[in-house]
């Protein structure tokens, strides 16, 4: 079946790069994957696209041509949503965007075009020196498609909003096959519906963001013993519910779990986005006796630049609640509880990190993007569980573990009435359901945007990977 959609693409869309199993192209974008979980998933070609009338004339063969009427299809940006399937299909066609990864800005600098299959290094290295940068993903190695359709989450987003929330325009291929821009005045319900309905709009070409400034910035880690942990949670409690949110202030707290040497740790990375070594927003933070502090003042393209993980199964978890430090602490005894005496073969390591979602952040994108949140929600605490682990034989087991550590927290938060409702897709599990917690407007809202642009439900049928609206 698929074997015969890949020689339909080859006839069709002459120029277009195909890559067949067993071939040095399709190893190398095989093992670019971020987790295993993806990088074992075999489809029948990959193919990439280096201009958009080309990845145009690519849908329009896998949406339209008989050979391909069977054929399930995957979008892969830069690989780093680990669940299996959200970006490659065993046995299918997987759309490798990194193909059309260009970097450009305006004359002024005040907009900046970036092909989708950019990482966020290929934006930081280009724009850091003309001082400016787009309120993007921390870690370098993300790719810009994923985590803008997704919404988010950037060390400029208590100043900007969501990473969607910064872009003027999206260029972007509809299930017709049509190339179209979305923007303000040109399909504005698609525009906003892009923004958080990740992949069930269609295939995105380019993105085109508002610029911000920036110079160097204030960067590294803290890394505090366990015992000290309340003290932790207190400062980080004072940071994310301040009536004034220090716009420049961006702290992800992190509980580190080794399942082998059976210890905690708490890992932070206190960032802000000026170059002050000590501002006075982290004093309570930076007063707690800490086991190692790698923290300067450096460029975002040297500090998002990190070294590659090895391949391991991930998992991600998510759930967003009320600031409070005492919720902190119960959640920490909670999780203990649930994971403390957990082993695998080969041992897991578990990172339960704590952002902030304050007010400030959510206001530029209220009604704007299709998230859901606003300041109405009030200062909100976002957690990312991840677990990493070599064993696959294992991934069953680890799934229902993190399963209940997440109920565990939840269960904590709704007795201290500190549940909130939103669920960030691109830090979620498969098995949970972010669209629903954009709540009612919203979801109906996506509904009906995606019966415009796809009339046949033809991303929901042939495009598995991801959350899909019809599911
Ligand atoms: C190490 C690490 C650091 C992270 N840091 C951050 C962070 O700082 N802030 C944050 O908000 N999130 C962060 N994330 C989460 C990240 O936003 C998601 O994993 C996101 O899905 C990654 O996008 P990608 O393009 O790399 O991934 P992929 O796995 O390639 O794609 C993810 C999803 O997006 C879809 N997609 C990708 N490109 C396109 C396109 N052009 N058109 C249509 N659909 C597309 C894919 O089909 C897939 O379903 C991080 C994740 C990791 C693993
Ligand atoms: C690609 O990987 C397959 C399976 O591991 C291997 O058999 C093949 O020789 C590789 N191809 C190249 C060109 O290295
Ligand atoms: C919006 O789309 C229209 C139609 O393609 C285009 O002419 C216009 O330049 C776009 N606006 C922006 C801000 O990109
Ligand atoms: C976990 O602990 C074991 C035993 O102390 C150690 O060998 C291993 O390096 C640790 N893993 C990580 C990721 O820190
Ligand atoms: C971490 O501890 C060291 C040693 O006590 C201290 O010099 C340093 O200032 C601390 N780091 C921060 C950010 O306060
Ligand atoms: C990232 O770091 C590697 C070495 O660790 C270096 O080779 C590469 O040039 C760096 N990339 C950028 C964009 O600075
Ligand atoms: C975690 O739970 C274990 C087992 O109940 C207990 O021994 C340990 O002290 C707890 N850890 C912390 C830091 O509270």
Redesign the pocket.
Known sequence: MAVACCSALATHCPGLAISL????A??LTEASYWSLQESNLQPSCIITPSVPHEAASAVQVLVSNPACEHVEFAIKGRTHAPAGGFANNNGGVTIDMTGMSTVTVNDDHSLASVGAGASWLDVYAYLDPLGKSVAGGRNGAVGVGGLTLGGGISYFSPQVGFTCDTLVNMELVLASGELVNANSTSHPNLFRALKGGTNNFGLVTRFDFTTVPISKILAGGLVNDISHRSAVFSAFAGIAGAKHYDVHASIVVGLLFNSTSNTWVLSSTPIYTLPELRPKVYEPLFAVPNISDTLEIAALHVFANESATPPLNWQFWTGTYGVSANLLDKMFDAINTTLYSFDIPEGILWDIAFEPLPTVFTAPGALKNSLGTSPSDGNSVVMLLSALWPDSASNGKVHKRAAEVVSAVNEVAKEMGLEKEFVYANYADWSQQPFESYGEESVRFLKKTARKYDEHGVIQRKVPGGFKLSG
């Open positions: 199993p067993g071939s040095a399709y190893n």
